[in-house]
């Protein structure tokens, strides 16, 4: 990094690769501080089997930008994105179609004012062309060589292979193949108890719902009948057959190879016992309220070092979110459970950002390639969108010898931030910003019986206050 720093006065052109959300924010970010951008889109001239135009940060899945409410976690972060310069809140806010709490936009106007003002900017050169890993290390020899990868959810094979030699295969992940995360603050404490199999580690690391066989029947049942998400023919392999089962049977074949897991309610269809004798096994657990061994139990793992988080082990599942809320509610401790992030599998490319990642999102490996956006391990447009912000402020910082002051850990930012480098062991997954992200307020206590909308209210206060703090000690806004 002392090379870059040291020839921060010549002439930089930092290429930013991927004109997503993440990469048309990150490229906006420098050019409008004066620092001239070379944005790489291989679309149209080359398209994804998800996107249908050549608009820069197209919209694919949702016209909705998620709520703005000031007093919700997603009307947070877009306050600390409007104070850092979002180019996409300013676009959403002129293309704007009623959509109640929600941010919602003309999605082909706002893909093509997006485009049209990253295209006339003076600063950015826009070239349409695959980028590969070649392309990248040329790029990163230059003087003042910098990247920023944005390529997202669907990076081609050649940069995913690439990242994955890199940074360890064991650290990139080819589908996104993870269990709901519930809100510590809605579990019920009467019932779910705290034990690790065998009396192994810690006495928390795991707590546990118990079943007995009425309710285990009961939860097995409304599992394997649940309504499940359709499978997208290029997670399996780009073509579906007429029945579609050879399109499921390929791409259950593709996540058992990249992830080792299999969903939930396909073990829950091979017998009623099938998940008593292998994900809810309770050997080794013993229900202090029955001092005896239940008939089945499902374990929660904590999602980060304050525990405010926790993800139902081995539950990944396709099930429609609905359907996971009614079903999970089910189990005995989480009839009031809050998710903030429902069981997904499917194609999603992204790194383990703990163990590869700095806190400026710099490849600890290499340095000079920054990434930006789904691939760092957030989710979502706008946590896309945030990241790529950041980066751009980070890299402008960089080849200025100016100063990016951390994000307050109190802040949407800071708690983004802080889940990428949150080091707890656990399978790492993208998250979208959530009230379980943000810390605890020390003025008020937790637990099943507290005010949670006092909870709410004190982490938005901490939220606002951090943001003035630390919008305050940017000098180069």
């Given amino acids: 990094m002392a090379g870059i720093l040291s020839l921060r006065h010549?002439?930089?052109?930092?290429?930013?690769?991927?004109?997503g959300f993440a990469g048309v924010e990150a490229a906006w970010a420098l050019a409008e501080r004066g620092v001239p951008v070379r944005l790489v889109e291989m679309r149209?001239?080359?398209?994804?089997?998800?996107?249908?135009?050549?608009h820069f940060a197209e919209l694919v899945c949702s016209n909705s930008l998620k709520s703005l409410l000031p007093t919700s976690p997603a009307g947070q972060l877009k306050a600390e994105m409007a104070a850092l310069g979002s180019v996409v809140l300013t676009v959403a806010a002129e293309h704007r179609v009623p959509g109640g709490e929600a941010l919602c936009v003309d999605r082909d106007a706002f893909g093509d004012a997006i485009t049209h003002r990253l295209r006339s900017h003076p600063l950015i050169e826009v070239l349409e062309q695959e980028f590969g890993p070649d392309d990248i290390a040329r790029a990163l020899n230059q003087p003042n060589g910098i990247v920023i990868l944005a390529t997202g959810p669907l990076t081609t094979g050649p940069i995913s292979e690439w990242l994955a030699r890199v940074t360890g295969r064991t650290h990139l992940y080819f589908y996104d193949a993870v269990s709901p995360t519930i809100d510590a603050a809605s579990l019920d404490r009467s019932i779910i108890f705290a034990e690790s199999r065998y009396?192994?580690?810690?006495?928390?690391?795991?707590?546990?719902?118990?079943f007995e066989r009425d309710s285990y029947d009961a939860f097995v049942a409304a599992l394997v009948s649940a309504e499940?998400?359709?499978i997208r023919a290029f997670e399996a392999g780009g073509r579906r057959d007429d029945t579609g089962e050879v399109l499921e049977e390929m791409f259950l074949?593709?996540?058992?190879?990249?992830?080792?897991?299999?969903?939930?309610?396909?073990?829950?269809e091979k017998g009623p016992r099938s998940l008593a004798f292998g994900n809810f096994k309770p050997v080794g657990l013993t229900d202090p309220r029955t001092g005896r061994r239940p008939w089945a139990a499902l374990q929660l793992r904590p999602e980060n070092k304050q525990k405010t988080l926790y993800s139902l082990v081995a539950c990944q599942n396709r099930l429609r979110f609905g359907e996971q809320k009614r079903?999970?509610?089910?189990?005995?401790?989480?009839?009031?459970?809050?998710f903030v992030r429902y069981g997904v599998i499917h194609r999603?490319?992204?790194?383990?950002?703990?163990?590869?990642l700095t806190p400026q999102l710099e490849l600890q490996e290499i340095p000079g390639l920054f990434v930006a956006g789904q691939l760092t391990g957030v989710e979502g447009y706008v946590e896309s969108a945030a990241m790529g912000i950041f980066v751009g402020l980070a890299v402008f910082a960089l080849l200025h010898d100016a100063e990016l002051p951390a994000p307050p850990r109190e802040t949407a930012y800071g708690s983004l931030l802080s889940h990428l480098q949150d080091t707890t062991p656990r399978e790492f997954a993208p998250m979208n910003i959530n009230w379980g992200l943000f810390p605890e307020p020390e003025a008020v206590p937790?637990?099943?019986?507290?005010?949670r909308g006092e909870r709410k209210e004190a982490k938005i206060s901490g939220a606002q206050a951090g943001l003035a703090h630390w919008r305050a000690g940017i000098t180069f806004l």
């Fill in 10 to 19: 010549n002439k930089v052109v930092v290429t930013v690769v991927g004109a």
């Fill in 228 to 230: 499940r998400v359709p």
């Fill in 348 to 356: 999603n490319t992204y790194l383990e950002a703990p163990k590869v």
């Fill in 199 to 210: 009396g192994k580690g810690e006495g928390d690391d795991y707590l546990n719902c118990p």
């Fill in 446 to 451: 937790t637990g099943a019986k507290t005010d």
């Fill in 253 to 268: 074949e593709k996540i058992k190879y990249f992830a080792g897991c299999t969903p939930i309610e396909a073990i829950a």
């Fill in 44 to 54: 149209p001239a080359q398209t994804t089997p998800a996107h249908v135009t050549g």
């Fill in 327 to 338: 079903v999970f509610r089910m189990v005995p401790g989480l009839e009031k459970a809050e």
